[in-house]
């Protein structure tokens, strides 16, 4: 008996519809990359393992997907680490190559390789799969699309200012009844550790930070205990985690907290900077809020830290990103500072889903198909269908003189919206039965007039 064909939990196959409703995300994405100037580009699959490797962070790092050496290579395998129980190192002779866990760090790399072929500041979108080892769940996949935006060899807030108003639109533009954007600055986050006694404890007091919404404070707390950050260190923090009011009463409690910290005031001085200049510009839909435990684990953020969530559904952040003053550096290019965002497209999708907000218009299937008489008036439809194609608009014939259900089933199951019927009696008239599969109304017309009345 034959195997049930499956695939890899935490990946999905697309249908026709599906596919044609995340072209929408896509499109209305692109659409708003371009008019804010940004350019395409696109990058392999996978990259080299040194290239991702340990720009995640530990917890990052565990989740990329390695590809295993193939052919002669697998003879390199380094056998002495295994006996010796080194795993990571074992690993590494194995693998090569791994699938990219993100688009930015693969862009970084595309910066510095390519860095004499292109203008700075350099505004790039990149549209393309991701891949990471994380356990599937709801609105979490294994392999999804990301939608980056990036702007590298600038240090100016003006783009930062210039990413909420894009969030905005592009959020609005798909129609999502509500959304909030979150902002935070790594430069803050380095100030409360600083305050606190544990400096050096910056990316495990971040990391475990992050995890609030999911995990509580008592389970923040724990974590951080078990990361070795002192109770005291603890106890000073604690109460951020219920900070509340309005986005300038935050700043001047921040202000406050972190008055020894020259680094944490020059975030909340960025912070300010784009809150203010984005209440002078005007939002259309978003509520913009500064919230200081988002932290997003990554360990390359320097500066602003963006995350978006709708409001009224039980989905993770849609959107993230931030600034990242230093990560062309890890690949031997100092003083570039990029900021970018990254739009969750597979969260989107469900969302707009699940609050039923895709235009009808995407789900309407082939325009026209002709439905299949015979030999003779199968020679006449494959003319008009020639003809009607050159016209822009989406036509086929029925590929056999099945019977009239059949065809028309199949026209059902399709979504056809115009059904074409051309036997003898209409050949001999010179004119073509058209049937809006909607309405079910029928009228008899000219290919003139059937193509006027359907570009119409």
Not at 49 to 60: A, D, F, I, V
Not at 72 to 83: F, G, N, R, T, V
Not at 235 to 247: A, D, R, V
Not at 330 to 348: E, H, Q, T
Request: charged share 25%.
């Amino acid at each position: 008996m034959a195997q049930k064909p499956s695939i890899p939990k935490g990946t999905r196959d697309f249908l026709p519809m599906e596919v044609s409703r995340r072209n929408y995300i896509f499109t209305t994405i692109t659409k708003a990359y371009e008019k804010y100037g940004f350019s395409p580009i696109e990058t392999p699959s996978f990259e080299l393992s040194t290239t991702l490797l340990g720009k995640y962070g530990e917890e990052g790092d565990r989740l990329i997907f390695r590809i295993l050496n193939s052919g002669e290579k697998m003879k390199k395998a380094d056998l002495d680490a295994l006996s010796q129980d080194n795993l990571p190192r074992f690993a590494n002779s194995l693998s090569e190559k791994a699938l990219r866990y993100d688009l930015t760090v693969p862009f970084a790399r595309f910066v510095v390789q390519h860095q004499n072929e292109i203008a700075f500041p350099f505004k790039r979108y990149q549209i393309q799969p991701v891949w990471r080892a994380d356990r599937p769940q709801h609105g979490r996949y294994q392999e999804f699309f990301q939608c980056d935006a990036d702007v590298v060899g600038s240090d100016s807030l003006v783009y930062e200012v210039d990413f909420v108003q894009l969030l905005d639109e592009v959020l609005n533009d798909l129609k999502i009844p509500g959304f909030t954007i979150k902002m935070n600055n790594r430069k803050i986050l380095t100030g409360i550790a600083e305050v606190s006694g544990e400096a050096e404890r910056l990316i495990d007091i971040t990391v475990a930070i992050d995890k609030l919404d999911k995990i509580g404070e008592e389970g923040v707390k724990i974590e951080l205990r078990e990361k070795g950050v002192s109770d005291s260190a603890v106890q000073k923090i604690s109460p951020l985690f219920s900070f509340s009011g309005s986005n300038n009463e935050k700043l001047e409690m921040m202000r406050s907290f972190l008055a020894a910290s020259e680094t944490g005031l020059q975030g909340l001085d960025e912070l300010q900077f784009v809150l203010d200049s984005t209440t002078e510009l005007g939002l259309e839909k978003a509520d913009l809020e500064f919230d200081i435990t988002l932290a997003r684990g990554l360990n390359y953020y320097t500066g602003a830290i963006f995350e978006v969530k709708a409001h009224g559904v039980k989905m993770g952040s849609i959107v993230g990103g931030g600034r990242y003053d230093d990560l062309t550096g890890l690949f031997g290019m100092k003083g570039m500072s990029g900021v970018g965002i990254s739009f969750g497209a597979d969260r989107i999708y469900d969302i707009l889903t699940e609050l039923d907000l895709f235009p009808a218009v995407i789900d309407k299937g082939l325009t026209l198909m002709f439905v299949n008489f015979g030999e003779n008036e199968q020679k006449a439809c494959m003319k008009m269908v020639h003809q009607i194609r050159k016209e822009g608009i989406a036509c086929e014939l029925y590929p056999s003189s099945a019977k009239m259900q059949k065809q028309l089933k199949y026209a059902n199951d399709r979504n056809v919206q115009y059904v074409a019927l051309v036997g003898e009696e209409e050949l001999s008239r010179n004119v073509v039965k058209l049937k809006n599969m909607e309405s079910g109304e029928q009228q008899e017309l000219t290919l003139k007039e059937l193509i006027k009345k359907i570009r119409g």
